[in-house]
């Protein structure tokens, strides 16, 4: 009863996996599969009517929700972030764009203290005669999320929350 959604949304995203399983279920008795794990071994079992790229795509997608955040999160060490003394002129709005970024954490004194979110989309759109500093052009909601929490439940959260970007902490609340 609980995988039944997962199998319905994986019906209708992967229909040839589902044509190949029907296949193999004429040669064979009926499949009865009762759990996620079941379903990734008959499709990890099959050997025509899928390719590998789609087998390890529809696998990695059962799990999805199971993973946890840190697996997928991106380090502290690899995050650009915003001083938020700092003057968002023409020079920082290149710089932060170069980043391939559209949303950043505005810091005081270091990552572990993260006092908004800067969305550089608002910066570009403002027709302020006063370069702002990020801290007055940022938004002072910020999210956080632990790293052993699921990507599932981090779904839901973005979801919930309506914003995209969340702060990964460890079981001591630093910033990881």
Known sequence: DH????????????PRVFAALRARSVI????????KEELQHSIAAMTRGI?????????????FGSRLVSEVMTPKSMIATVDGKELLGPLALDELHKTGHSRFPVIENDIYHIVGIL??????VATAKKTPTATQAMEQKV???????????????????????????NEYRETV
């Open 3 to 14: 995988i039944e959604p997962y199998l319905l949304r994986f019906t209708h995203r992967f």
């Open 28 to 35: 064979l008795d009926p499949p009865v599969i009762t759990s």
């Open 51 to 63: 390719t590998a790229d789609e087998k390890r795509l529809v696998t990695h997608s059962l799990s």
């Open 119 to 124: 969305h550089i989309q608002d910066l570009l």
């Open 143 to 169: 999210f956080y999320i632990r790293e052993d929490q699921t990507v599932g439940h981090a779904l839901n959260a973005f979801i919930r929350t309506h914003h995209h970007l969340f702060i990964v902490v």
